[in-house]
Each structure stands twice: as structure tokens, then as C-alpha cells.
């Protein structure tokens, strides 16, 4: 194994001359700013050809040494993309492999940048030091994800409720996975209905679960039947309203469904976000249903994306409780309450 040794300006130019010599699965040992007047500025960084070579010759676990290496390897991402902070941070394996994580996981650099710095990670610390300054750095991320429990106070008073969100986000199956909880394990007296006038077989697709629950499911047309649909149900614990998917950009239907459930009724709404969808996508989304006046977001699919960084993306700009995740196609078991440590866990370790 040939150890390659580069003395650069920046961690940047250095980086890039390594990819240029050594190929793109080189791997970075160490980097050091250089002491002494001579080397002003010089940073000094120790790189191989690859990992294969170094796996070769490592000892101890494989496993381990494998892990390790991807951190490093992960900061070549980082070390890339040569701004002011990451030279702050390059002599701090911790800081980097931190900053490495969140940004793969999604997580706009910017906000990785600003957790970062209030986890104190440009202060000077002792190696010892690295975990509190990754625990630090989460919970500051942490600080801005707010949690909504949606049926905290179902014993008191009945709660309504809507899911809306694009087609085919999981806004049924969600409300099946949510009724089937209530009912069966919290014992609560649920009641459903679809204001889902637009696709065939929607109301079918709802009833068929609330056959199975033996719980009483209604259609509702226009808002007089919705009135009298939740008349009906005066006596339930909770409802739950399924809504018909409505794309972001049809912004006159959305204005429908406003104006269906209005305020009188007490309707509580909430989001479905799918995490596959693009961060930019989530955001007009959440823009474009906001004349609904949603209380949370759901996030749906977690189980199909590995990366979970948009969520946080999005809950920097749009400061809204999670209430709920969602992790498959099985009713009822695929859902979970969102939690702190569950979301952190999401958040800084993907799915
Ligand atoms: N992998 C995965 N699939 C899900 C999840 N939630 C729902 N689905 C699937 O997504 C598809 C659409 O789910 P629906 O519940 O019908 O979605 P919807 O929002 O009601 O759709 P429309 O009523 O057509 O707008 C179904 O195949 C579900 O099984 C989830 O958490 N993970
Ligand atoms: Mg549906």
C-alpha cells in the first residue's frame, strides 16, 4: 500500500488533485495544516489509490476497518465542496464525519452548517469530546421538530379528522392503519368517512376496512352530507374524513375541499407528505395546501427512501409539528406515532 502525501492551499485543490492522481475511490487517510512560517496556510493530506489496498494490509475486523473507511470516504464528498467552514472543521475527524452524514442524508448544507455551529462543532474540543458535540449537534436540529399527538385527548370530547394530500400518498391506507389502532388496541369508538367523490372505488377501497373493523364508514357528496354524515356519528370518539388526492398544482380543487369542510364543522386536517417526493416538491406542496390550514404533517413511505433529510428541509421552512409516519402497505401495523428520538434517529441516520 502506497501512502500519497499532498501539500495545498486549500483542502479543496488538494482533494481535487487526488481524484485527478489517484481516481475517484481514493481514499483519505489524514489531513493536518502544516506548522511553520514556510508552510502558512499549506494544508497537508495523506491519501490512497483505494480501500481494496488498505483492507488488504489492515488488521483487526474487517467489518470495522470497512465502516471507517466509509466515513472517510464520505468526506471526500464534503472536502469537495472547499468553503470557509469545512476548512474549520477539516482537523476534526468528528465535526466531518457529522457534517458527512447529514448532508448524505439529505439534509440542506446550509442547516447541517448551522446545526453544526450550535453544536459547538468550530470550537476547539478535545477528541474525547466528539460524541457531545454530535449529540449537541443533533439535538440542535432536534430544536426545530415539533410533535403533534394526534389523539392525545380522544377521551375528551370527539375528535374529527382529515388526511389530505396528493394522489395516491397513502391518505386511506393511513386513515385504515390509524382506525384499526384506535379501535382495536386504544378500544375507542371510531366512524369514517370519504368525501372521495372523484375516483371509482374509493369509497369501496375505504369501506372494505371498515367492514373488516366493523365500524361505520359514510360517503358525503357536498358539504350538507358531511354535516349530516358527522351528525351521525355523533357519539363516535374520533373521526376520520378520507379525502380525494388532489394534485399541488390543482389549486381550484383544493379551494373545493376548503370550502366542503368548513370551519364550523370543526375539522381538524392534516398533511400526508411522501418522503420519496423531491424536497422541492414537498415544499410547494405544503404551499399550495396551506388554504387548508393543516395542524401536521404525516410523513408517508419512510420505508421506500433511504434518505430522510428533506423532512427536516421542509420543517425549517414550514414550522409544523410531525404527527405521524408511515413505513409500509400492511394495515394496521405499518404506522408510528412520530417521536423525538424516532425522528432523530430518521433524521441523522436515514431510514
Ligand atoms: N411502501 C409503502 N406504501 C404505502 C405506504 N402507505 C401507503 N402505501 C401504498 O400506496 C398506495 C396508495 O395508497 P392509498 O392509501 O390508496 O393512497 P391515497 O392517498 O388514498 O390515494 P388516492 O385516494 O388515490 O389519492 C397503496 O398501494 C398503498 O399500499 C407506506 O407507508 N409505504
Ligand atoms: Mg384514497
Redesign the pocket.
Known amino acids: 500500500m502506497q501512502i500519497h502525501k499532498y501539500k495545498a492551499e486549500t483542502i479543496g485543490e488538494a482533494t481535487a488533485r487526488i481524484k485527478k492522481e489517484l481516481g475517484p475511490d481514493a481514499i483519505i487517510l489524514s489531513s493536518r495544516k502544516l506548522k511553520g512560517k514556510e508552510n502558512k496556510n499549506l494544508f497537508e493530506i495523506a491519501a490512497i489509490a483505494s480501500s481494496a489496498d488498505y483492507l488488504d494490509e489492515a488488521s483487526g475486523s474487517y467489518d470495522e476497518v470497512r465502516s471507517e473507511l466509509m466515513n472517510i470516504k464520505d468526506m471526500i464528498h464534503i472536502l469537495n465542496s472547499s468553503d470557509e467552514i469545512t476548512e474549520k472543521i477539516a482537523m476534526k475527524p468528528e465535526a466531518m464525519r457529522i457534517y458527512a452524514k447529514m448532508l448524505k442524508n439529505g439534509i440542506n448544507g446550509r442547516y447541517v452548517r448551522e446545526f453544526l455551529n450550535r453544536g459547538g462543532a468550530f470550537r476547539d474540543y478535545s477528541p474525547e469530546q466528539g460524541g457531545k458535540v454530535m449529540e449537541a449537534t443533533v439535538r440542535a436540529m432536534m430544536e426545530n421538530v415539533g410533535i403533534h399527538r394526534l389523539f392525545e385527548e380522544v377521551s375528551g370530547g370527539r375528535k374529527v379528522m382529515a388526511?389530505v394530500?396528493?394522489?395516491?400518498?397513502?391518505?386511506?391506507?393511513?386513515?385504515?392503519k390509524m382506525a384499526a389502532q384506535l379501535s382495536l388496541k386504544s378500544r375507542k369508538k371510531v366512524g369514517l368517512i370519504s368525501i372521495?367523490n372523484y375516483?371509482i372505488g374509493?369509497m369501496e377501497?375505504l369501506k372494505t376496512y371498515a367492514n373488516i373493523l366493523g365500524i361505520p364508514c359514510f360517503p358525503a357528496f357536498n358539504r350538507k352530507y358531511l354535516a349530516a354524515a358527522l351528525e351521525r356519528l355523533k357519539g363516535m370518539d374520533a373521526v376520520l374524513i378520507?379525502?380525494?388526492?388532489?394534485s399541488q398544482y390543482d389549486t381550484r380543487r383544493i379551494e373545493e375541499l376548503k370550502n366542503m369542510m368548513t370551519d364550523d364543522l370543526n375539522i381538524q386536517t392534516h398533511l400526508?407528505l411522501?418522503v420519496s417526493t423531491s424536497g422541492d416538491e414537498m415544499e410547494r406542496i405544503a404551499a399550495n395546501y396551506s388554504p387548508l390550514k393543516f395542524k401536521s404533517f404525516v410523513f408517508?413511505?419512510?420505508?421506500?427512501s433511504g434518505k430522510c433529510g428533506s423532512i427536516i428541509n421542509l420543517l425549517m421552512k414550514r414550522r409544523l409539528p410531525v404527527s405521524y409516519?408511515?413505513?409500509?402497505?400492511n394495515?394496521p401495523d405499518?404506522?408510528e406515532e412520530a417521536t423525538k428520538i424516532r425522528m432523530a434517529k430518521l433524521l441523522f441516520n436515514g431510514n
Not at 165 to 176: E, F, N, P
Not at 300 to 304: L, P, Q
Open positions: 388526511l394530500g396528493t394522489t395516491g400518498v397513502g391518505k386511506t391506507t393511513t386513515i385504515a372521495d375516483r374509493a377501497q378520507d379525502t380525494a388526492g388532489q400526508l411522501s408517508t413511505k419512510i420505508d421506500e409516519l408511515t413505513t409500509g402497505q394495515v405499518d404506522i
